[in-house]
């Protein structure tokens, strides 16, 4: 079946400018995650869906940073007046409904790479 | 706060030869531990998992993880590694130790086999 799709593969874009990002999750699949991958910096968390809501977003680094999830399946990452610092592989991730098989595992999209010039 | 520390940022082997990867984390409670692979130009990808029964875990392509508990550690092993296994590896634990909520990554290994 499909894995986790993410648009656009590339993006480049100014400084000062918004850009949004999308992830479709593996069909079925009730939570969505991003992270952030930066180089030497590992995967950082940044906000995890359940349906619709976000129970936890704390790992937003700044209000210019927004997501949403429609229908409890498509996400977009908004990222506002983009920064350099912005610049990194933005990864999305779903998992199913809590399982003794699933048990917390994540099923990783190919990610953006976005950079900020 | 939970963290996940990778003692190796890069490692350089020869193939045939042994692998360990450290890996440690910082949570006291039930914790599910994961170990992500990241091929060039691939995405993340699943190696293997533990949460629950028998601390040892296998995985694919021969790979093999630990988890000793008094420890805090889930070292990744594999007995001999071959030149198709360069690639980055990341360990992660699930923050709320159950079955949803976010991972938290280490920092990653970068391991490269010589041909």
């Known amino acids: 079946g499909a894995g986790v799709s993410q648009s656009p593969s590339n993006k480049v874009t100014e400084k000062g400018k918004d850009v949004e990002l999308r992830c479709d999750p593996i069909?079925?699949?009730?939570?969505l995650y991003w992270y952030r991958q930066s180089l030497g910096q590992g995967l950082e968390f940044l906000i995890y869906?359940?349906?619709?809501?976000?129970?936890?977003k704390s790992g937003l680094p700044s209000d210019r940073f927004s997501a949403e999830r429609t229908g409890g399946s498509v996400s977009t990452l908004t990222i506002q007046r983009t920064q350099q610092e912005d610049s990194a592989v933005y990864l999305c991730?779903?998992?199913?409904?809590?399982?003794?098989?699933?048990?917390?595992?994540?099923?990783f999209g190919p990610g953006t790479r976005l950079t900020v010039l | 706060a939970q963290s996940v520390s990778q003692h190796n940022h890069h490692v350089i082997l020869s193939e045939a030869a042994s692998l360990e990867l450290g890996c440690n984390y910082s949570y006291g409670g039930t914790v599910n531990l994961f170990w992500y692979v990241q091929y060039p130009g691939q995405h993340l990808q699943l190696l293997l998992k533990?949460?629950?029964?028998?601390?040892l875990v296998k995985g694919i392509k021969g790979f093999e993880a630990e988890f000793i508990k008094s420890k805090f550690s889930f070292n990744l092993r594999k007995p001999s590694v071959q030149w198709s296994d360069t690639a980055e590896y990341f360990c992660?634990?699930?923050?709320?130790?159950?079955?949803?909520?976010?991972?938290?990554f280490g920092k990653g290994t970068k391991l490269s086999v010589k041909p």
């Open positions: 991730a779903s998992s199913p409904m809590p399982s003794v098989a699933s048990n917390g595992e994540q099923f």
């Open positions: 069909s079925g699949h009730t939570a």
């Open positions: 533990y949460f629950s029964g028998d601390p």
């Open positions: 992660a634990v699930n923050k709320y130790g159950g079955s949803q909520g976010n991972l938290i």
């Open positions: 869906f359940q349906g619709n809501s976000a129970p936890d």
